[in-house]
């Protein structure tokens, strides 16, 4: 028997020669193929497909996965390992990342400047003339962290145990920056990074087990600088400086720091709100006057990380979902052929329509009882509503506690701006439907990555005059924040589509 096996990855086509046996949960997390739970093989989230070839059983699969499903070739990534050639159909798909295609203001420095944004799914890294604010390259891809687990907390317990995961990313976003900059290494004069609290701390190896247990505050919020040495960066210049932008406060990041900036929020004499719909929850509320910042634990299910045919916006994903004359469910499929599963902005279309059509009740309840069939054998669950529940009733209850602190209501907010990959591809009539944003449709901005944008705008700054407009709001701490939650936990009735503000 051969010592190596072939793995070919679809719908991308990609094969890769590996040991046999070893498990593949490395490979296929680096393909798209996330393991929200860490790899407990608990949540089902990295599902593959046997499309030729064998892959054995496992005990985990048996444990997680109906005997239909195992039938159909369904097995969980994180515990396959191929004792043969086998073709696999990733289920999370491979998906292109947000980027930012604006150029900004240039003239302050000269030389090159790169900008990046550290997500906790995605990574975008931009190269910039810093005399005239032209974009001149761009690289994207999967945080390689994502084999730890989805979310911001997952990521806390990997890191508290060894220093793995800040090597793992500053070596992958060494290699991105020396692929973007290539021979030019030596005009860079700044590098910036933003990204959410866990994100700063575990680049800049800083302890995240303040971020573990109440009150989940860290005293080492503020900027961190390096040499591209210390990182193990090579093609650069030993001037730039790598800056890790300083976070708000709790687990708000230097990512929101950047979208205040790229929105404008400080510099408005009207209420604007800005809302990251990534997979930490995180919201600004302001004007020019002050800035009010908090976060909330939404969790995975806007990333479709949590929902049992959830994918990554690839090929294959339903994307929309609207109803009919015939009151039937119209689906949008990301590159047309058969849907597959359900991206973020597609699971809340569906949850959206199924209200409208009564499928699903004002309490998140499905009339049906166990699954509300989408498209073909796309589905949805009764957990899966309840996750959606979950992770927008966060949301609601976070702006509506600002507003409240703020002394205002929905209405004097002009803007209602959604950033991140989310916030730029759900339907906005959807996300009022079910009560995530509660305001008109025509005051909802979708603004794309303004984190990326903000880190741009932010390249050759040496101070952030914005941070004097910002305090920190803890949510928990507000003596309302259960009751709020717990209103914003159902779905709006009928055609009333916005929830009084408290």
């Known amino acids: 028997m051969p010592e190596t096996v072939v793995i070919t990855l679809e719908p991308a086509g ?101 900008a990046i944004d550290l997500g906790t799914t995605t990574l975008a890294v931009q190269l910039v003339d810093m005399a005239t604010g032209a974009l001149l390259g761009s690289r994207s891809g999967l945080n390689p962290q994502t084999r730890f687990g989805a979310d911001v907390m997952s990521r806390v317990h990997a890191a508290a145990l060894d220093d793995q995961p800040t090597r793992l990313i500053r070596a992958h976003l060494g290699q991105m920056v020396e692929q973007l900059v290539g021979g030019r290494g030596g005009e860079v004069v700044d590098i910036v990074i933003v990204g959410n609290t866990v994100m700063h701390h575990i680049f800049a190896a800083l302890s995240v087990r303040p971020l573990a247990s109440v009150p989940f505050e860290s005293p080492c919020t503020g900027e961190q600088r390096f040499v591209p040495a210390a990182l193990g960066w090579s093609g650069l210049a030993d001037a730039p400086l790598v800056r890790v932008l300083p976070c708000l406060g709790g687990f708000v990041g230097s990512d929101i720091l950047a979208g205040i900036v790229a929105a404008g929020l400080g510099e408005q004499d009207g209420l604007r709100a800005l809302v990251d719909l990534g997979t930490n929850g995180e919201i600004a509320l302001g004007n020019r006057q002050r800035i ?100 927008k009733g966060a ?34 009539a959807s996300a009022i439907r ?63 589509r916005r929830l009084p503000c408290a």
């Open 14 to 114: 990609l094969s890769c020669t590996m040991q046999r046996g070893v498990p593949l949960r490395d490979v296929l997390a680096s393909h798209g193929c996330e393991t929200p739970c860490g790899g407990l093989g608990t949540c089902g989230g990295c599902r593959v497909r046997v499309e030729a070839g064998e892959l054995p059983v496992t005990d985990r699969d048996r444990q997680v996965l109906s005997p239909a499903e195992l039938t159909h070739g369904w097995r969980l990534g994180c515990a396959a390992r191929a004792q043969a050639d086998v073709t696999l159909m990733v289920g999370n798909g491979i998906a292109p990342v947000l980027g930012d295609a604006a150029s900004v203001g240039g003239g302050r420095r000269h030389g090159l400047g790169v």
């Open 292 to 391: 009010l910042v908090a976060s909330t634990a939404a969790g995975t299910a806007f990333e479709a990380g949590s929902i049992a045919m959830g994918m990554r916006a690839a090929a294959g994903a339903v994307s929309q979902v609207t109803v009919g004359a015939d009151q039937r469910f119209e689906c949008v499929v990301i590159g047309g052929g058969e849907a597959r599963g359900l991206c973020g902005s597609g699971v809340v279309g569906a949850v959206a329509a199924g209200l409208s059509t009564g499928a699903i009740r004002p309490s998140g309840r499905l009339d049906s009882g166990k699954t509300l069939a989408i498209a073909g054998s796309v589905h949805l669950t009764q957990a899966d509503v309840r996750e959606l529940q979950l992770a």
């Open 395 to 428: 949301i609601a209850a976070g702006l509506r506690i600002l507003l409240k602190q703020w002394g205002a209501a929905i209405g004097a907010v002009d803007a209602l701006i959604l950033s991140g990959a989310f916030g730029n591809y759900v339907d906005p």
């Open 434 to 496: 079910i009560g995530l944003v509660e305001t008109a449709a025509g005051r909802v901005v979708p603004a794309g990555n303004t984190a990326l944008r903000g880190a741009k705008m932010l390249l050759g700054c040496e101070a952030y005059p914005v941070l004097d407009l910002v305090s920190h709001v803890a949510l928990a701490a507000d003596p309302d924040f259960e009751d709020i939650f717990t209103a914003c936990m159902g779905f709006p009735a009928g055609d009333d």
